[in-house]
């Protein structure tokens, strides 16, 4: 199944057509949901701009504040919402993605809730997006996870567990923040290597270089983004570290 969803769906979505939008490449079928925040304090101008030609981005869906969903793409179609981004070894994202706008303004606006009707819609828009599509709950992602430091969208304010409670989504409790021994940028050596390795197996985009640089540093926070959202601040300590060993001993197959 593609295109709107099926009758059946838990969803309503009307449909507000966007133009900016082309083949998937490859023959690719999705197998990612990329979550995004619109970052704009009016939604009704977040709409407009992601269906204006002269914007060049686009996303399958869009989520009001008050759980109202409109489909703007078709799922076969490559909506334009992911830019330059990388997971798993993935480039091109757009051609492997749904792509859901949820209207917040984000880090701009100070991070505001999302409201529960919100979530409740996105929750069920997205279930039913990875249900039929078959996508695993490793592959429902933030844009800040597939763009670190570029993209901190849907940001730390977004409520993963709750989504996870309503089985969207790969997520174990948090670590707790402690004081203690940690790694930050500068450091150098086996350890790093083993937390670079330990970021690209879950899917992450970086070099293994040994060398904890400007890069292994955005990953970190879009992790912790995600995944500890406590304190992001790039800096991997034993929270961070034990949270991301526990996700990976707990991965469910990709397949």
């Given at each position: 199944?593609?295109?709107?969803?099926?009758?059946?769906s838990?969803?309503?979505?009307?449909?507000?057509?966007?133009?900016?939008?082309?083949?998937r490449?490859?023959n690719?079928r999705?197998?990612m949901?990329?979550?995004?925040?619109t970052?704009?304090?009016?939604?009704?101008?977040?709409?407009?701009?992601?269906?204006?030609?002269?914007?060049?981005?686009s996303?399958?869906?869009?989520?009001?504040?008050?759980?109202r969903?409109?489909?703007m793409?078709p799922?076969?179609?490559?909506?334009?919402?992911?830019?330059?981004?990388?997971w798993?070894?993935e480039?091109?994202i757009?051609?492997?993605?749904?792509?859901?706008?949820i209207?917040?303004?984000?880090?701009?606006g100070?991070?505001p809730?999302?409201?529960d009707a919100?979530?409740?819609?996105v929750?069920?828009?997205?279930?039913?997006?990875?249900?039929?599509?078959?996508i695993?709950?490793?592959?429902?992602?933030?844009?800040?996870d597939?763009?670190?430091?570029?993209?901190?969208?849907?940001?730390?304010?977004?409520?993963?567990e709750?989504?996870?409670?309503?089985?969207?989504?790969h997520?174990?409790?948090?670590?707790?923040?402690?004081?203690?021994?940690f790694?930050?940028?500068g450091d150098?050596?086996?350890?790093?290597?083993?937390?670079?390795a330990?970021?690209?197996?879950?899917?992450?985009g970086?070099?293994?270089?040994?060398v904890?640089?400007?890069?292994?540093?955005?990953?970190v926070a879009?992790f912790?983004?995600?995944?500890r959202?406590e304190?992001?601040?790039?800096?991997a300590?034993?929270?961070?570290?034990?949270t991301l060993?526990d996700?990976?001993?707990?991965r469910?197959?990709?397949?």
């Open positions: 199944m593609n295109g709107p969803l099926a009758p059946e838990p969803v309503a979505a009307k449909v507000f057509p966007s133009p900016n939008h082309g083949e490449k490859d690719a999705p197998s949901i990329i979550l995004h925040y970052g704009m304090p009016d939604e009704g101008e977040a709409l407009q701009w992601l269906s204006n030609p002269v914007s060049q981005v996303a399958h869906y869009f989520v009001f504040s008050d759980g969903v409109l489909q793409v799922e076969t179609r490559r909506a334009w919402h992911a830019g330059i981004s990388s798993d070894g480039v091109d757009n051609s492997h993605s749904v792509g859901i706008e209207a917040n303004p984000g880090h701009p100070g991070l809730p999302f409201p919100q979530i409740d819609s929750a069920a828009l997205t279930k039913d997006i990875a249900t039929r599509w078959r695993p709950a490793v592959r429902v992602l933030g844009h800040s597939i763009a670190p430091g570029r993209k901190l969208d849907p940001g730390e304010a977004f409520p993963w709750r989504l996870h409670r309503e089985g969207v989504g997520w174990v409790p948090p670590a707790p923040v402690r004081d203690g021994r790694f930050s940028r150098q050596g086996m350890p790093i290597e083993a937390l670079q330990m970021l690209v197996m879950y899917g992450y970086l070099r293994i270089n040994g904890f640089d400007e890069d292994t540093e955005k990953v879009a912790q983004r995600h995944f959202p304190r992001v601040d790039g800096v300590d034993a929270s961070t570290i034990t060993r996700l990976i001993a707990k469910p197959s990709a397949a």
